[in-house]
């Protein structure tokens, strides 16, 4: 036979088998059937070239058999969209963490191929030693619990003198997209064979599969569904793991979860989570547990359903989505880190918001002790303190040291730093507030109106917003740094100034601002502006003992809690709350900054407004709430057509501080 017969004999046996509908290829440690064509339409990023290895590891191969599948698996990959989390697809191995072996190693032809998964980045990366030139290694990563995949990740060739190789890292987890991925390593030596898929269960307190009485607790987030007679529940426990139930059936009956990591928008890797019949004789069933947030992958706030079908007609319901509900506060903060993003470091495109959310966050650890979110303090500071170009973080540049034009903004994250500090007792956050606060001083003129700190670098206006944050920030700094006169002297000047300023009027309320003469703008009251005032008196207070101060945020508060214009029915309500009217992204925050310094002030007064506190709380949890635990911007709950109560991660962090209030 000519060579060149020889070649085309060849090239139409690999066309016929890329046609094929597949070659099953068992995956022993868990990872679903395959096809060889499917393999050749993996989509995958080659890394640039081969990674060496020190020699290879001691690990103790494994025994199972070796898994061959068509060489026409090894066609070129296409791209493969790039993955950030914490740090990007195609970081280096060396860089990792920590290293731990979640599956069995693939043995093939004497080669051994192993799964690299380092918990501490998300990441994971395939080797494969013992092996000759020319053989290949790679990563599979599935969304959808191994159905399909982006295979051929990181491709890696042992290069000549060496007798194993690697893979860059990948990531496990997406939560910028809310995706869950499970991994494995492949390897070609002479043929194709991979481990099992790793995290194919997530497990946080205990682990997806848990028998329901190894838990505590059984609530029902949402309504039943109801079908044929059958009734259909979900059930949650106290650590967040839920499960199904059906009764009222009979044999043949199903019941199962679908997990949605996404608000139930999509569920390709939860569906039919533990799926369990009624057996013979019985009228129902219920499934085994599974959890609803994955820690390791920054994964919060996943929401899970409850399915059945019933025997006859094939017919089936489901509960509606539902997130866990045990405790208040701890729900809230679930769902308000859901919208976080680890890649950017911040919650998406609204700067000072961001700063605020941080605080409420860090509020939330010091007040119960949960400490899942510690890493966003480091991660937000690490990425965030550098500068970035107009439109980046804002509409502003931001210089660095999360500094920019508009003062108020640079001062909300000098706060933020100073909570950082009291939280973990890292110097480099104070340091970073007095940057801050440094800066800020710097825009202090007793030139106009005879002091107070200007809006904005082009010194426009001098409003209440900047001067309530400058006199708590000056006062904090000064009781957290030993010795300090400086910071004391400033916030006593800028108290005395800012309650004698004219900002409050006479009924006790804080105007926005002060005119070109220096007189009360008449402009809105509105709630943040209050809690401020309020937070910088009691701050005063704890930094001189001045009993008036304290008096005086007492005072503001009175007045607050007694205003039509800033209560409605004993609820806080802003003035962008009414049913013909939408706040902006800025004012869905404020009612959260009241409610936060009002707590401030109730500690300090022995629960005085705990009443207050109580009742929006209750009205939060009660009526402004919808079962993926999303908060809105109208804690009475109510909306129009035109103006529907809106919900999202600014709400939610607003009715958070009010539940941290309530307690």
């Known amino acids: 036979m000519s060579r060149r017969w020889l070649w085309r004999v060849l090239l139409l046996a690999l066309l016929v088998l890329a046609a094929q509908p597949g070659i099953a ?83 093939l032809n004497g080669r051994r191929v192993s799964l690299h998964v380092s918990d501490a980045d998300g990441m994971a990366w395939a080797s494969i030693d013992a092996g000759q030139l020319n053989d290949s290694v790679w990563l599979d990563r599935s969304w959808d619990g191994g159905t399909t995949w982006d295979g051929l990740l990181g491709r890696a ?64 987030p949402v309504a039943d569904a109801t079908l044929n007679g059958r009734t259909i529940a979900l059930h949650m426990d106290n650590s967040g793991m839920a499960w199904g139930t059906v009764s009222g059936g009979g044999a043949g009956d199903e019941i199962w979860l679908d997990r949605s990591w996404d608000g139930g928008a999509s569920w390709p890797d939860g569906s039919s989570k533990g799926r369990t019949s009624v057996p013979s004789g019985a009228s129902g069933t219920r499934t085994a547990e599974f959890n609803t947030s994955d820690p390791l992958g920054k994964l919060y706030g996943g929401a899970v359903r409850a399915c059945g079908r019933a025997v ?95 003062t108020d903004d640079a001062e909300w994250w000098a706060l933020a730093w100073i909570d950082a500090y009291d939280l973990t007792g890292n110097v480099t956050y104070l340091n970073e507030a007095v940057t801050i606060a440094t800066y800020v001083n710097g825009l202090w003129d007793t030139s106009t109106c005879g002091g107070g700190v200007w809006w904005d670098r082009e010194r426009t206006y001098k409003n209440a ?45 804080v105007n926005d601002g002060l005119t070109g003469g220096c007189a009360n703008n008449g402009q809105t009251v509105w709630s943040y502006n209050q809690g401020l005032a309020i937070g910088a008196a009691v701050e005063i207070w704890r930094a001189t003992g001045d009993g008036t101060a304290l008096a005086k945020a007492r005072q503001l508060a009175d007045a607050a809690v007694a205003a039509p214009s800033l209560v409605t029915s004993g609820l806080l309500t802003e003035q962008c709350d009414a049913l013909n009217a939408t ?74 501080s009010a539940l941290l209030a309530a307690g």
């Open 157 to 220: 060739s042992i290069p000549s003198t060496w007798t194993g190789t690697r893979t860059l890292m990948y990531n496990l987890y997406d939560p910028t997209h809310h995706r869950r991925a499970v991994l494995r390593a492949c390897g070609d030596a002479q043929g194709v064979g991979c481990t099992g898929w790793a995290r194919l269960s997530v497990c946080a307190a205990r682990c997806d599969g848990a028998d329901v009485s190894t838990g505590t607790g059984d609530t029902r």
């Open 25 to 107: 290829s068992a995956s022993p440690a868990g990872g679903s059937s395959s096809s060889a064509a499917a393999a050749s339409s993996h989509t995958g990023r080659s890394s640039t070239g081969p990674v060496p290895t020190e020699p290879p590891s001691t690990e103790p191969p494994s025994a199972e058999p070796s898994l061959t599948v068509s060489p026409v698996a090894l066609a070129a990959p296409n791209d493969a969209t790039t993955v950030c989390a914490v740090y990007c697809d195609t970081r280096d191995p060396s860089l990792a963490g920590q290293e731990t072996f979640p599956v069995a190693d693939k043995t």
């Open 312 to 406: 006859e007609g094939q017919n089936g319901s489901c509960t509606a989505w539902a997130r866990p509900t045990t405790v208040r506060s701890a729900a809230a903060a679930d769902a308000l880190m859901y919208s976080y993003d680890p890649n950017t470091a911040y919650w998406p495109s609204s700067w000072w918001n961001s700063a605020v959310a941080l605080s409420t966050v860090i509020d939330y650890m010091r007040q119960t002790g949960d400490t899942r979110y510690l890493w966003v303090v480091a991660r937000t500071f690490q990425v965030n303190k550098a500068a970035f170009p107009a439109g980046a973080r804002s509409s502003d540049p931001i210089d660095g040291d999360f500094i920019s034009r508009a």
């Open 465 to 509: 917003v900047t001067n309530g944050l400058y006199v708590r920030l000056t006062a904090e700094l000064h009781n957290r740094i030993s010795g300090d006169t400086t910071w004391l002297g400033r916030a006593t000047t800028s108290w005395n100034w800012f309650r004698n300023s004219g900002l409050i009027n006479a009924s006790g309320l």
């Open 583 to 656: 706040c902006d992204d800025n004012a869905k925050q404020f009612k959260g900054v009241f409610m936060r310094y009002l707590q401030d002030l109730n500690g300090a007064t022995g629960g005085a407004y705990r009443g207050f506190a109580t009742t929006q709380g209750n009205s939060i949890w009660s009526a402004d709430r919808d079962s993926l635990n999303r908060l809105g911007e109208r804690w009475s709950g109510q909306g129009s057509t035109d103006h529907p109560n809106v919900r999202d991660w600014r709400t939610q962090a607003s009715a958070l």
